[in-house]
């Protein structure tokens, strides 16, 4: 029997509509559950020891990931008590900091060319929802200051991303306050510097271990150890720390004081108002770069 080519054009064309309509229909709804998923992501708060979670609830790990309670369980750790918990695949996102860091990894990997492997974006990253107003606040320039900001002092403290501990080991049983009540739990000298902004003293272990909800005190080396605990506990001195200064570092760049009271809060007892001017100029200059790089003035009050 002869076949009519316009009517099995006509088909084909029909069979071609039906089809893009379908995609057209499903879409939406793959596009609405990857949504739902990156959702998730950005509401899952870290896991905590200790902490019950009933079934189905999302955390962040300390390494970064994310992890889906498969039973209820009074807080057993994601990596060691399997049974309880599934990994969890954050579709379409999952950024713990909706909205974006604004510096990329390719930037990153400019401002730190010769990093130490430990020191990674990703771990950065996955610090960032603890701190989630962190680079997220004020005008698009002022997020990348702040971003700038804390890079440039986290350049001049590990000469680069390249120390992850202190250098000079002489200075190790000097950061025990035997005063404190909870003492020095871990040894006379565990408390020495770690991390992008160099974590020293057991005071400072035990404030930014409580804040997390890490026990620092006891196992400082989880600073040296874990890439996101390093960058959280960086990120929680400069939040909420104001060091010598009279605020703190975030707060110094939202509210328009200059990249000068960053130092001074980090450590401003011994390089500002003449203490270490070669020091001063060398975090400024690393700003300066950052900024540069991210497109951004760098605003007045550069000096301490």
Not at 64 to 79: E, T
Not at 292 to 297: E, I, K, P, R, T
Request: glycine share 12%.
């Amino acid at each position: 029997m002869r076949r009519n080519p316009r009517r099995n054009r006509f088909a084909a064309l029909l069979m071609t509509v039906l089809a893009l309509v379908g995609m057209a229909v499903l879409a939406p709804s793959a596009t609405a559950a990857a949504r739902a998923a990156a959702g998730v992501c950005d509401s899952a708060a870290n896991w905590t020891a200790g902490t019950w979670y009933p079934a189905g609830t999302v955390v962040r790990y300390t390494n970064g990931q994310y992890y889906k309670a498969s039973h209820d369980n009074p807080g057993y750790d994601p990596v060691i008590s399997t049974w309880y918990w599934d990994p969890y695949t954050c579709q379409g996102g999952g950024d713990p900091q909706p909205g974006g860091f604004p510096v990329s990894e390719a930037q990153f990997r400019q401002m730190f060319p010769n990093r130490n492997a430990f020191y990674t974006y990703n771990g950065l990253v996955a610090a960032l929802g603890a701190y989630p107003g962190f680079a997220r606040t004020g005008s698009d320039e002022t997020r990348k200051q702040e971003a700038a900001a804390f890079l440039a002092n986290v350049d001049h403290e590990t000469g680069g991303l390249v120390y992850v501990v202190e250098q000079n080991t002489a200075n190790y049983p000097h950061y025990c306050d035997g005063s404190r009540p909870y003492g020095c739990p871990a040894g006379q000298a565990a408390y020495y510097g770690r991390g992008p902004l160099q974590l020293s003293w057991n005071f400072n272990y035990k404030a930014a271990g409580d804040a997390l909800g890490i026990d620092l005190l006891h196992n400082p080396s989880l600073v040296q150890n874990d890439p996101a605990v390093s960058w959280k506990t960086a990120l929680w001195y400069w939040n909420t720390q104001r060091g010598p200064g009279s605020m703190t570092p975030h707060d110094a760049i939202v509210n328009g004081r200059g990249f000068g009271e960053t130092i001074r809060s980090i450590n401003g007892a011994v390089e500002c108002n003449g203490g270490n001017p070669g020091q001063v100029q060398n975090r400024v200059a690393s700003y300066q770069r950052f900024t540069q790089l991210l497109g951004v003035a760098p605003g007045g009050n550069l000096y301490c």
